[in-house]
């Protein structure tokens, strides 16, 4: 580059370069530097060729087991080792017992043989109300020569008020105290039923970890008239009070076996057992020696108690399990179901066929249905399914189908709702996610009222109306607790 182009200030940078590099030369750090370079890189290398490479591990002689699903091992799934709501899974565990029991875990220890029962009082209470009930059920008899002697006092007073369908209760007048108020279960309620005595509220019902627990509400002795036993390992399915002998009650679970509390004989016994499990049960308003209950995939099973076998009879009437069952109080022959399957059916069992059954009606729902009930009248069936509907089937040969929008989703720690009728075919009664109860008027087709209270602290999911006292509904929580509204 000619230097006459160059500013004054290029020439200077150039002399200042060239001065430096004649310093560096001198001092001779360009070719330490390159040597020091030249050694760390060695080094490195060194280094690197030497590393000890980990010792191989031995093959084990077992294989190694490569964790799939159930799902792509084409298993169903095994609710007991999840946390979720038991009873509303839509699927049944073919030919073992369900639930099964997640490895490592503990049944809870329970006695083998009869369990006692040792509470006096609570024997006392169940033989009088059941004592009560027979000395009704004569008197009753006594003005109607043509009533059948084996039909319970419940089937004659509903016969009696047969076609009555209007409203019998003022909604406004149903309150929740606090002295209605009792947990009386230490885990989830599955089923709740009142005892169908006229002059007192008592009332059964069962949770998830197998217990059976009783409240005699009017009860003014020790314990405030709570008594707990626990005669199952599994979550309990059902609970059936016999009538016409209030002092039996048969209860269910999901562990297959059927337990008869017998307070005269003052035990609970095992009276059936089933390798798979039972989800439901339910009686024949006319045949108190026959016990009907839903088993395994789909199916329904007949025990007639005086045959000493079991099951005298068993038809596949749903693809999946069956939730409930119901009869109808005019018919008894008549029957629904519902099931996971998405349907809820009524059959006539004078012409089901245990090859290929076949329905009066169906309903079908998108999702699990979890409840078919019919009406105090028998003219009406009430329908309850996941999808959020309530199905309302009606007519003379239960043709007329509505269906009812209701938020019926609930959390995986709270029973499904159950829509149950009241006193009469005027109202539904369901629980609601905002701790309040939803009444649904059958005329309106929606809900018109919600009974709320301050008393409230949890979900109600499960209910039961005492069949004798307008206006006394019992709704139970996943806390073991019980609110009794009463009407004032």
């Excluded at 030369?25 to 020091?36: E, R, V």
């Excluded at 980990?54 to 799939?68: D, N």
């Excluded at 007329?400 to 709270?414: A, F, G, P, V």
């Excluded at 039961?464 to 019980?482: D, R, Y």
Aim: charged content about 25%.
């Amino acid at each position: 580059m000619d230097d006459q182009n160059l500013t004054e200030y290029e020439r200077r940078r150039l002399e200042n370069i060239r001065r430096n590099n004649e310093m560096m030369a001198s001092l001779k750090l360009q070719s330490t530097a390159a040597a020091l370079s030249a050694e760390a890189k060695r080094q490195r290398v060194e280094l690197k060729s030497y590393k000890v490479s980990p010792k191989k591990k031995p093959k084990t002689e077992s294989p190694i087991v490569i964790r799939r699903s159930l799902r792509t091992r084409g298993l169903p799934p095994d609710f007991s080792s999840s946390n979720g709501p038991i009873d509303e899974l839509e699927y049944v565990i073919k030919g073992s017992k369900s639930p099964s029991t997640p490895e490592g875990s503990k049944l809870p220890s329970l006695s083998e043989g009869p369990l006692s029962i040792k509470d006096r009082v609570l024997l006392d209470k169940i033989l009088g109300v059941s004592k009560e009930s027979q000395s009704r059920n004569s008197n009753l008899r006594s003005g109607d020569d043509e009533v059948d002697e084996k039909k319970p006092l419940n089937w004659l007073l509903k016969k009696e008020n047969h076609g009555i369908v209007e409203s019998s209760i003022d909604l406004g007048s149903m309150t929740l105290n606090a002295e209605s108020i009792a947990r009386i279960m230490p885990s989830r309620i599955m089923n709740l039923r009142f005892f169908p005595c006229t002059d007192s509220a008592m009332m059964v019902a069962g949770d998830k970890s197998g217990h059976i627990g009783f409240w005699d509400v009017d009860c003014e002795a020790e314990r405030d008239g709570i008594f707990l036993y626990q005669p199952h390992a599994h979550p309990v399915s059902g609970i059936l009070i016999q009538e016409f002998s209030q002092s039996k009650i048969f209860t269910s679970c999901y562990g297959g076996s059927i337990q008869l509390m017998d307070a005269e004989k003052e035990v609970f016994d095992q009276v059936y057992s089933s390798e798979s499990a039972i989800f439901s049960l339910s009686q024949r308003p006319d045949g108190v020696n026959l016990l009907y209950f839903g088993e395994g995939n789909g199916g329904l099973n007949l025990w007639d108690m005086r045959a000493k076998k079991n099951p005298s009879s068993a038809w596949t009437l749903h693809e999946y399990r069956i939730n409930t069952i119901d009869f109808n109080i005019n018919n008894p022959n008549i029957m629904a179901t519902s099931s996971s399957d998405g349907t809820a059916c009524i059959w006539d069992l004078r012409k089901i066929d245990s090859d290929k059954p076949e329905t009066l009606k169906m309903v079908r729902h998108e999702r699990a249905v979890h409840s078919a009930y019919f009406s105090p009248s028998g003219s009406s069936l009430a329908t309850t399914s996941v999808d959020n509907k309530i199905g309302l089937l009606g007519g003379a040969n239960f043709e007329d189908l509505s269906m009812i929008y209701h938020e019926n989703h609930t959390c995986r720690w709270i029973s499904s709702f159950r829509a149950i009728w009241g006193w009469d075919d005027s109202y539904l009664f369901i629980g609601n996610m905002k701790r309040g109860v939803d009444v649904i008027s059958t005329a309106c087709r929606r809900t018109v009222m919600t009974l709320q209270s301050a008393h409230m602290s949890a979900i109600p999911c499960r209910f039961s109306a005492h069949p004798s006292k307008v206006g006394m509904l019992a709704g139970a929580t996943a806390g073991g607790q019980i609110y009794m509204w009463k009407s004032c």
